[in-house]
């Protein structure tokens, strides 16, 4: 009510947000007449005269009119389509950067082309987000004869192009590609061993395409680049035969629930494990426990406890196989495709390529359906969609449904969504849900509405939340008599194809939601498809052309026809469990001011309403009488439905969320520890920046012996001589009645004068080549091992809840100490590798000039093969970090707990 009222008296906030932009449309407006007078041959040189005027101090802003209407006629010219002023309005909403809703089918992309060319004048690149590899070659093929016309170069990064021609895409002025690949190119920049093999330059500005299934529906999942370990994968299979003998604990008649346990009123729990579909976890009982156990030593799998520490790890087995077997399920979470286990994402429908589940469950999957178990992967490098985006000096995107989820986008982004209003209103029919008593009936009335929209010649689309549904539903049809097209994460192949299409007189579609998104459905069909399957791909231009004005007539005709019809006629075969995915699929219909109908039909089977109160509404609905072939509108359904979809939208934001706020403690350390490597590959003369480290190690030693002389003098030289040996190799030959100031010069000119012998003997090139070889491979090191050890860590602190502790405060703690110490180890190790190297010169056979080497005994790691040492994984082909705790001191007790002197026990060797 307040809401309402405010907008009433000031005017609501889209209102605000189209009258900022209303004066600056009018500008552009009034420069199209300027743009339509010039020349071919002026276009390029404007864009060169506005980078001169952007060179003398004008700001973006300053040049947007003349740049947007320059971009409006050039798109007319060589596309022969003309923004409309809907679509500018858009295209200045992400120049702003902000998030551009604008319904299906109103012409996003179009919108894109203008602020990505006023961006794109600075130099530093723009960088065009798409969800796949089709689309990103779709984009860049379709919009590359505007910009060429500009006199800009574009380029487009694939999932199967090799790291030289990433490099070249890179640098031009506009390149476009997928989330996944943008993402993986900044990993695998900062896993390479030479500055100039990175793709990635700059971060200025990113439009993404879908942003709201880009940073919303895949920002649950980190990208992740991983290598093999070695681990026996025999473990999987044992315990995957094992699983069926465990009996879920038997659930409440009555309510449908499993028994409460409560130390009041003991109940009898019968049964070994019980399940959490929502949040898909499994917990084993007393008895589930002793049986796992039993089943486990009567194998001769295990001896002893199943509690102790060499068997604990066979919890984790059985836990991750119920899940495979219980709670993911094929066709549904996952598909099989070419002997694999392919995850299918939940919002799209589309297959995730070379994502695995984490943690053991893809190979519990794995063996679940027979399929030789992978070995465990190690994570060598992982970052966020949030945290990735976030490093661009400006993001924006644009999507047909965003405005329902403004508040994450404002909480964890700093965008605000502008919603644009469409060109010609919506004429569209949204009619209101339709709810059956179980799944048979419903699927009899879906198909009895096709039928019937079929034999008018009316175009029908069906989407559905999963693969197993779209299956269902299309054998369905099948034994129906209905003709049909499917698409789903089986066939995505041939997805543009099939939804291209799904507009034509006739046509009838299953598709999970958010299949073919990306691509209009047009009315009619689409004559460029139908004309190439008419003359094939071996025709000739002027075949295909032929070709194409046959079936453009007859697209005309057909659109006209369906037209009068009612237009296109979208089913939901159930509520998805975010309200926004259903907006999507209705938004499939009604585009451009075109007619159209949508309907959703729901039983009281579908998961949502199973998994959220739908058990208690179906008996209840059933004692009032209701039949199953009846359909009902209930206010107290429809209100169970829209709460469903709100606690699982909830529930997901705090997935999300949570992944975030974890992640920005890795990030700042990620960040911290790609400058160092960076400043590394950049340094021509690292000799003299690792012995500073030497130098702060020598005046740790000199501070203990200043201590221990007090008490016997003797004692402390001989120990520092025995530490300057382990350091340093080095052989202390001073008097011991040196003052200490003598002392420390003595021994940093005799180190120092050590580095300069071996710099002459190998070249100063030579040595800090191999310096740089050394920092890199100790950082990317010791990187891994964090990672690991952060993930341990992460499952760790979530037990400290029960100390009343918080978890996210303890991993910030204890992370931030863990990667201080990580810090400190890589310079000592460096440092001392840098004095401990010996320096020779080999001998070569005659006529073979003379080569200087430098030889030392700490090799890469044998999982470290590649070239010079860079892992293969790279090529797919500053940050304050404060102390989080008090610093010890070298006299201090040492924290171990062993009662000694922190320098006489752990850090005795620094």
């Known amino acids: 009510m307040i809401e309402k009222a405010l907008n009433l008296l000031f005017g609501s906030e889209r209102e605000k947000n189209l009258k900022e932009l209303l004066p600056i449309l009018n500008e552009i407006n009034s420069k199209e007449l300027w743009a339509m007078s010039l020349k071919d041959e002026d276009f390029p040189r404007m864009t060169q005269n506005f980078k001169d005027r952007l060179n003398n101090n004008e700001t973006l802003d300053d040049i947007l009119p003349e740049a947007f209407a320059l971009s409006r006629e050039a798109a007319r010219r060589k596309l022969g389509e003309r923004a409309y002023d809907v679509q500018l309005l858009g295209g200045i909403a992400l120049h702003k950067g902000n998030i551009m809703e604008m319904k299906t089918g109103e012409g996003k992309t179009l919108s894109s082309v203008a602020p990505s060319y006023l961006n794109s004048l600075t130099g530093k690149g723009v960088h065009m987000i798409t969800v796949n590899d089709y689309l990103a070659s779709r984009d860049a093929k379709w919009m590359t004869p505007v910009f060429d016309y500009l006199g800009l170069e574009v380029g487009c990064i694939l999932s199967n192009m090799d790291p030289e021609t990433r490099k070249v895409e890179y640098k031009k002025d506009i390149t476009y590609g997928t989330n996944n690949e943008f993402g993986f190119d900044y990993l695998r920049d900062n896993m390479k061993w030479d500055i100039e093999k990175k793709a990635q330059k700059s971060h200025a500005f990113c439009i993404i395409d879908e942003i709201d299934s880009i940073l919303i529906d895949e920002a649950r999942t980190p990208l992740i680049i991983s290598g093999a370990v070695d681990e026996d994968t025999s473990k999987f299979d044992i315990v995957n035969q094992l699983?069926?003998?465990?009996?879920?604990?038997?659930?409440?008649?009555?309510?449908?629930?499993?028994?409460?346990?409560?130390?009041?009123?003991?109940?009898?729990?019968?049964g070994d494990y019980k399940l959490e579909e929502k949040n898909k976890r499994v917990s084993f009982t007393n008895d589930g426990m002793n049986k796992i156990e039993e089943l486990l030593t009567k194998r001769g799998v295990i001896e002893g406890s199943l509690f102790d520490e060499v068997n604990f790890e066979f919890i984790h087995y059985f836990t991750q196989a119920m899940k495979a077997h219980h709670l993911f399920h094929k066709d549904v979470d996952y598909v099989i495709q070419d002997g694999l286990v392919q995850i299918v994402d939940e919002f799209t429908g589309r297959v995730l390529n070379g994502r695995r589940y984490s943690e053991g469950l893809h190979q519990a999957i794995e063996s679940k359906e027979g399929i030789t178990v992978a070995k465990k992967n190690k994570t060598l490098a992982s970052i966020t969609f949030q945290n990735y985006f976030r490093m661009y000096d400006k993001i924006s995107g644009m999507t047909g449904t965003a405005d329902t989820e403004a508040r994450e986008f404002s909480k964890i982004y700093n965008l605000d969504v502008v919603v644009i209003p469409t060109n010609r209103p919506i004429a569209r029919i949204d009619q209101e849900d339709v709810i059956y008593l179980n799944k048979e009936y419903k699927l009899k009335a879906i198909a009895d509405e096709v039928k019937e929209a079929n034999k008018k010649g009316q175009p029908v689309l069906i989407g559905t939340v999963s693969v197993e549904s779209s299956e269902e539903i299309s054998n369905y049809f099948r034994k129906a008599g209905i003709r049909h097209e499917i698409l789903n994460a089986k066939n995505h192949g041939r997805e543009a194809t099939i939804i291209a299409e799904a507009g034509a007189k006739g046509s009838v579609t299953i598709a999970t939601n958010m299949a073919g998104r990306g691509t209009d459905i047009k009315l009619g069909g689409n004559p460029e498809l139908r004309a190439r399957r008419r003359v094939g791909t071996d025709a000739t231009p002027e075949e295909y052309k032929n070709a194409l004005e046959i079936e453009i007539e007859k697209s005309r005709a057909d659109y006209e026809e369906v037209k009068s019809l009612g237009g296109l006629f979208v089913i939901g075969s159930e509520r998805h469990e975010s309200r926004r995915i259903d907006n999507q699929l209705r938004g499939r219909s009604g585009r451009q001011g075109d007619p159209g109908r949508s309907q959703f039909f729901v039983s009281l089977d579908d998961d949502l309403m199973r998994l959220f109160g739908g058990d208690r509404f179906k008996s209840?609905?059933?004692?009032?009488?209701?039949?199953?072939?009846?359909?009902?509108?209930?206010?107290?359904?429809?209100?169970?439905?829209?709460?469903?979809?709100?606690?699982?939208?909830?529930?997901?934001?705090?997935?999300?969320k949570h992944l975030l706020d974890y992640d920005d403690v890795l990030n700042k350390q990620r960040i911290f520890i790609y400058e160092q490597r960076d400043e590394v590959l950049e340094n021509s003369d690292l000799t003299s920046y690792v012995f500073e480290t030497v130098e702060e190690i020598v005046d740790i030693l000199l501070d203990d012996f200043e201590n221990e002389s007090r008490s016997n003098k003797t004692e402390a030289f001989t120990r520092l001589t025995l530490r300057l040996k382990d350091n340093f190799f080095y052989e202390l030959t001073a008097d011991i009645d040196l003052d200490l100031k003598s002392l420390k010069e003595k021994i940093i000119q005799d180190l120092y004068q050590d580095v300069e012998t071996k710099s002459e003997l190998a070249s100063k090139e030579a040595l800090n080549q191999f310096l740089k070889y050394e920092s890199l491979k100790a950082l990317d090191n010791k990187w891994q091992e964090h990672l690991e050890r952060l993930d341990a860590l992460r499952e760790e602190v979530n037990l400290r809840t029960y100390a009343q502790k918080n978890p996210l405060v303890e991993?910030?703690?204890?992370?931030?100490?863990?990667?201080?110490?990580l810090i400190d180890d890589v310079k000592v190790d460096l440092a001392r590798k840098l004095m401990k190297i010996k320096v020779h010169k080999e001998r070569r056979t005659q006529g073979m000039r003379q080569v200087r080497n430098i030889n030392t005994t700490h090799r890469s790691m044998a999982q470290m093969a590649a070239v010079n040492g860079q892992r293969q994984e790279a090529n797919g082909k500053g940050v304050q970090i404060k102390r989080v705790g008090e610093k010890i001191g070298r006299n201090d007790p040492c924290p171990c707990g062993s009662g000694k002197k922190y320098k006489k026990c752990c850090g005795e060797n620094i």
Request: hydrophobic share 30%.
């Open 243 to 270: 699983v069926s003998y465990l009996d879920e604990v038997v659930k409440d008649p009555k309510s449908g629930e499993y028994p409460k346990e409560d130390i009041f009123n003991p109940v009898e729990i019968i």
């Open 620 to 656: 209840t609905m059933s004692r009032l009488g209701m039949e199953g072939g009846e359909p009902i509108q209930h206010k107290l359904i429809s209100n169970s439905l829209e709460r469903a979809q709100k606690k699982v939208e909830e529930r997901n934001y705090e997935i999300r």
């Open 811 to 821: 991993y910030k703690n204890e992370g931030f100490a863990i990667f201080e110490s």
